[in-house]
């Protein structure tokens, strides 16, 4: 089975090209209502616009979370000053906690991305 994380995003379009610009992969499949874009490891990302869902959502905004492991604090360091340069909002700097070394960026409609390097 490949797994399928689906967001409910507000614009298909911007969505994507953030996800394809921020995480370096291609945007598979893309309609007015719905992106699909491949994930490192096998899994898919599904951004679907929030007024064609059925049955329609329920919950607010920024209520996910997408974790993503990065190989080595140089990589991380840096992964975070290129966000930042391109004005990716973040919701805290690198930081070291109890699973590793992290930041938590959001995407535009206020999902969270956090990346880390797991703790050894």
Sequence with gaps: ???????????????????ADRLG?????????????????????GLWVKGGVAPAPTGGAGASELAFTV???????????????KGVPMLNPPTQMDFGLNF???????HRLRMFVPAA
Excluded: C, K
């Design 25 to 45: 992969v291609p945007v598979a499949e893309e309609s007015p209502g719905f992106a699909m874009l491949p994930l490192p490891g096998g899994a898919m990302l």
């Design 104 to 110: 938590t960026a959001v995407d535009p409609d206020g």
């Design 1 to 19: 089975m490949t797994p399928f994380i689906i967001l409910y995003v507000a614009n298909v379009r911007t969505s994507a090209q953030f996800y």
């Design 71 to 85: 190989e080595g604090a140089g990589a991380l360091q840096a992964l975070h000053a290129d966000w930042v340069a």
